[in-house]
């Protein structure tokens, strides 16, 4: 909390946004945590109003719920992860099907070079936040590349909670050395222009991801010690 500093050239709800959903990603707010209002903006010497616009938008990206009037911090549930990854099978393996079809030598580079990068920063045992946004890059762009907004639209009104549960994606021994492989594979496909079988791939990564995530959510419903690592 002590480093962060005001840029009065951004607004300042965008900056406390950003700030308390960092917190959130980083455990500094704890899942079920409750988040309070006064208390933020005693702490930014700042008035309630753009505190509270920051409140807003992530309570609409669901990683701030309101119970009680109360509000507090997002916690994952076995339903909800099953909920989001079934959207996101639906989606993502549509858009790499689209992208696979239409994708160009330079855009095929770009996704080359983020997993030379993803596949360097593991080597390099870069922090976990940098490889986990390589990762993020990696879905971001076959996204972008399928040059349809609206299925974008759809995909971004998840990214609040998507990027909660990559990072919880990542528990577990070798996880960065796996998800790379795996998108290594959906690459090959898109690479081949076989749309059909990136398609599958795309699904049966994150088919993959979910089993992880179920085990990592079980485990820590079973083991305090471990959820509070989590």
């Known amino acids: ?3 962060f500093s005001v840029e009065k050239q951004v607004p300042y709800y965008e900056q406390f946004y950003h700030a308390i959903k960092q ?3 980083d455990g500094k707010y704890k899942p079920g945590e409750r988040i309070n209002e006064t208390q933020l903006a005693k702490e930014f010497n700042v008035s309630k109003s753009p505190i509270r616009e920051a409140v807003r938008i992530l309570e609409n990206e669901g990683l701030l719920l309101v119970k009680n009037s109360k509000v507090i ?3 994952p549930t076995l339903k909800d ?3 989001i990854y079934f959207c996101r099978k639906a989606l993502e393996s549509f858009a790499v099907g689209l992208t696979t079809r239409i994708i160009n030598d330079a855009e095929l580079k770009e996704i080359e070079n983020t997993l030379s990068e993803t596949e360097k920063a593991i080597k390099a045992k870069k922090d976990a936040n940098t490889i986990i946004s390589l990762n993020e890059q990696f879905h971001n762009l076959i996204l972008a590349y399928t040059q349809n907004s609206r299925l974008q639209k759809q995909v971004n009104d998840l990214k609040g909670l998507m990027y909660f ?3 919880l994606n990542f528990n577990g021994e070798n996880r960065a050395e796996i ?3 795996q998108h290594r594979q959906i690459f090959k496909f898109i690479k081949e222009g076989d749309d059909e079988q990136a398609a599958k791939e795309m699904i049966k990564h994150l088919e993959l991801d979910v089993e992880h995530l179920v085990e990592v959510l079980t485990d820590s419903e079973k083991n305090p010690e471990y959820k509070e690592s989590v």
């Open 73 to 75: 911090v997002y916690e």
């Open 81 to 83: 992860v099953k909920d």
């Open 1 to 3: 909390m002590s480093n």
């Open 23 to 25: 917190m959130i990603f």
């Open 179 to 181: 998800i790379l492989e």
């Open 165 to 167: 549960f990559r990072i």
